[in-house]
């Protein structure tokens, strides 16, 4: 099943067919309880309308350097910070930095906002992993790791400057219900960037190209810390524009993950 929160509540979609949740609750689904979803209720199909952010309390969290690709365009982002990432992608444990808090992240069609302090801005296409308390993982959804590369590599303590501010992560456009690591890791990733209707960069990779195994970043996240009404974890990206390319106001980036759907946002 997909979950989509709307202006209107949160609606499932199951066979097709798109209803009404009702009174469902997602902090109260991933506190660890019992899901009370049987699947879609209502006799009336709905239509998706006004499509938010599929998250209520949660925080995003994120791992960082867990492509091949990723690590080697965030050491050409500065001599001075190559030899970290070189350590962190072969070290055991992972680079994991907090994103988001619910308010500054955005779902499909809303605007992702550029840093007025940066010159240099990339999407991070991300599979976001959605975690209950107990560090389960029950589901899916696409994440957009907005980024400033010339903030993060002027120094790596400049990190949560590089990656967070106000509407600086995409989230959507649903949350896929699922436990199934192996048949996610199947499926690709593709961003496509567009300026003035046309596209200006686009690339894919596998999701099987993440280097660490879901279970081990799920674990380091929750070592000395809890969730009580779960958590979202992005899984890094594996897909970089070139090092000439920078974001512009009223870029469109969409990101596909065919399982889930298409994030779709556009950047001011």
Not at 197 to 221: C, D, M, N
């Amino acid at each position: 099943m997909k979950l989509y929160r709307t202006k209107s509540g949160w609606m499932g979609e199951e066979e097709g067919k798109i209803l009404s949740l009702g009174q469902f609750s997602l902090d109260k689904l991933l506190a660890g309880g019992s899901s009370g979803i049987a699947g879609p209720t209502g006799d009336k199909k709905e239509k998706l309308i006004g499509i938010l952010a599929p998250i209520e309390s949660q925080e995003v969290w994120a791992a960082g350097v867990t492509y091949l690709r990723s690590k080697k365009a965030r050491m050409e982002e500065s001599d001075f910070s190559a030899s970290a990432y070189d350590k962190v992608y072969e070290a055991d444990r992972p680079e994991l930095f907090f994103k988001a808090t619910p308010s500054r992240c955005v779902g499909t069609g809303g605007a992702l906002k550029l840093r007025d302090d940066s010159k240099w801005m990339v999407p991070e296409p991300e599979l976001t992993l959605v975690i209950n308390a107990r560090g389960k993982l029950v589901g899916f959804t696409i994440g957009n790791d907005l980024s400033c590369r010339d903030i993060e590599g002027e120094n790596l303590l400049y990190l949560p400057q590089a990656k967070v501010w106000d509407n600086c992560c995409g989230l959507g456009p649903c949350i896929l219900l699922s436990e199934d690591e192996e048949a996610i890791r199947k499926a690709e990733i593709a961003v496509e960037i567009k300026r003035g209707g046309k596209s200006v960069f686009a690339g894919s990779t596998s999701i099987g190209r993440i280097k660490r195994s879901f279970e081990e970043l799920i674990g380091y996240l929750f070592r000395n810390q809890s969730f009580a009404n779960g958590v979202f974890l992005l899984t890094g990206t594996g897909v970089v524009p070139p090092d000439d390319f920078t974001l512009k106001n009223g870029d469109e980036v969409r990101i596909t993950v065919e399982p889930i759907g298409v994030l779709s946002n556009i950047c001011h």
